[in-house]
């Protein structure tokens, strides 16, 4: 059974601090994908990898970064919390862009 | 930039109703996927479609994309409280193969 996962279900964390975000699948997928979702304005793309070492910016980038350094794990890093990046934030990855994305559970984080 | 423009952004019936959710745009899209989201859970695949004036069918769920691959709709007949989620349209466009998402739909079905 394919899977992605994502390190926490739930993150609380204070103004300022630096957040990590992991995700990894186990399906050898080339693409990776970080979004955030917020109510009513449905998944908007914050960074994406093609490959290993590789990203590429979103709709949203600013305020975060990634890392990719092996092809299973993508990271989203918030270098400075801000409390307008509470939100939930959903890993996905696929095969190509023909293919279905899997998504992990989210992560749910509050910043305050 | 493409959008997605779907609606209604909420939908609440009763069980055994029927009900159609739309997705739009002034854009092209190469194909178009469909995902129902449960709560605490990411979004799960239900069909892409592909094909001008394609209609997929899922048990009680069909789903069509527009001739000119613009739109889609999502068709659920006999709705049960089982449907209850999050539904979302994504196109795959002109952008390097990402998806664009609509705003989703939030259907509750009542017993």
């Known amino acids: 059974d394919v899977k992605v996962t994502q390190s926490s279900r739930y993150l609380v964390k204070r103004t300022g601090e630096k957040v990590f975000l992991e995700c990894v699948q186990d399906?050898?997928?080339?693409?990776m994908f970080w979004y955030r979702q917020d109510p009513g304005l449905g998944l908007r793309l914050i960074y994406f990898s093609y490959d290993v070492k590789m990203k590429e910016k979103g709709d949203i980038p600013e305020g975060y970064s990634v890392s990719r350094e092996k092809k299973e794990r993508f990271s989203l890093i918030l270098e400075s919390a801000s409390t307008n990046q509470t939100s939930m934030y959903l890993c996905?990855?696929?095969?190509?862009?023909?293919?279905?994305?899997?998504f992990g559970p989210g992560t749910r984080l509050t910043v305050t | 930039t493409q959008l997605l423009e779907q609606s209604p952004q909420f939908l609440s019936i009763q069980e055994g109703e029927n009900l159609t959710v739309y997705c739009n745009s002034s854009s092209v899209f190469s194909s178009l996927q469909w995902y129902r989201q449960e709560p605490g859970e990411g979004p799960v695949l239900l069909v892409t479609?592909?094909?001008?004036?394609e209609v997929k069918k899922l048990k009680r769920l069909t789903f069509q994309f527009g001739d000119a691959r613009k739109d889609s709709s999502l068709h659920i007949t006999a709705a049960q409280p089982g449907d209850t989620g999050l539904y979302l349209c994504?196109?795959?466009?002109?952008?390097?193969?990402?998806?664009?998402f609509g705003q989703g739909t939030e259907l509750s079905v009542k017993p």
């Open positions: 479609v592909v094909t001008g004036g």
């Open positions: 996905a990855s696929r095969q190509s862009p023909l293919y279905e994305q899997y």
């Open positions: 994504a196109g795959a466009g002109n952008q390097g193969g990402k998806l664009i």
């Open positions: 399906m050898d997928h080339e693409n």
